[in-house]
Each structure stands twice: as C-alpha cells, then as structure tokens.
C-alpha cells in the first residue's frame, strides 16, 4: 500500500485542546506514507436509534471518513474519569444502524494527555472496552498516558524533548500495528 490514510479522532471540542495538539503532533513523528486527517465531530446529533434508516449527513461523512481510512487513532481528554461524551456520540453515531458500523476492522491506536498525573489512563482503559465491543484491533503496548505539562510541547507544536523518543516509539508502534492489519 503506498498510502495509509488514518482518521484521527479528537475527544475534545475546546479550542486550545491539549489532545488536538498531542494529534497534530504526533502525526509529524509518523513516516511520509500515513496521512493523518482529523475528523470532525462536533456537528454530529445526539444519537437517537429513531434516525438509523436516515442518518443525518454529518453522520454520513463520519462514517464515510472512517470507513475510507486504513486505522484510526483515538486522542481523548478525560472528563470526570471517562471519555468525554461527544466521543461516545461519534463512536455511536458511527456504529449504527446494527450490523452496518464504520468501525469493525479498523486498527486503533488510543492515546491522550491531560493536565493530571495519570494522563487520560482511566479514559483510554474505558475507551478500549468500547473498542474491543467495536470489533477494532486495538494496539496494546506501549500505554501512553501523557501529562500536560510544561515542556511537552515546543513553540512550533512538535513535541519537546522530554517525550520526544517515548512518543516516537509508540508511533513506531501504531505504524507497525496499522500495516500488519492492511498487510
């Protein structure tokens, strides 16, 4: 495959979003044949199992976004211990109607950071059980459960140096799980 195209899906809807950086960033430290293209999330309704014979378009381009993708990366923020709800919605949103999700398949890489000691972890680990519902292969090691913290980030958005080699490593290793599951 010359290409991988990855969907990237942010849990987080704030403007300055820590976990849109840690995205941005870590699709520079990926080789020049994955392209990384975040997918929107924001405009998506309110699941309702009452519109599964006729999804909304937004959701239609979701699903369409996903399923044109070789893997998906998961970068979530942690609200009150879980994933945040917009990233239920979309993962809802896009596993539906029954029998027709977008995501069955696609290898998943699931990261975060937030400004707590245990980066997204708690977060990440619900988000996995959703996953392995899904049908997703989802890459195991190596965890990553990055703080937001002074330092992470350069003044370009590249990731400091303090992560640099531990971020690099587990894009290494997204890189080799999304090829052996397209191989």
């Not at 399923?67 to 970068?75: K, P, R």
């Not at 245990?118 to 680990?125: M, T, V």
């Not at 330092?151 to 999304?178: H, P, R, T």
């Amino acid at each position: 495959m010359s290409k991988y195209r990855i969907a990237v899906v942010v849990g987080s809807l704030r403007k300055d979003s820590f976990n849109r950086k840690l995205a941005t960033a870590l699709a520079r430290l990926a080789p020049s044949e994955f392209e990384f293209h975040q997918v929107r999330i924001d405009d998506l309704p309110l699941y309702n199992q009452d519109d599964d014979g006729n999804q909304a378009e937004p959701v239609q381009r979701l699903k369409k976004e996903i399923a044109g993708s070789q893997g998906v990366l998961f970068v979530t923020a942690e609200y009150n211990r879980s994933i945040p709800g917009v990233l239920k919605n979309a993962i809802d949103n896009a596993s539906r109607p029954y029998g027709q999700s977008a995501w069955a398949g696609k290898p998943a890489g699931v990261i975060g950071t937030s400004i707590g000691a245990i980066g997204s972890a708690l977060a990440q680990q619900h988000l996995r059980n959703v996953l392995a519902y899904l049908d997703m292969p989802t890459l195991g090691q190596p965890e990553a459960f990055v703080q937001a913290k002074d330092g992470l980030f350069n003044a370009d958005g590249s990731i400091g140096e303090g992560s640099k080699d531990f971020l690099q490593g587990w894009m290494n290793q997204y890189v080799a799980w999304v090829k052996r599951h397209n191989g």
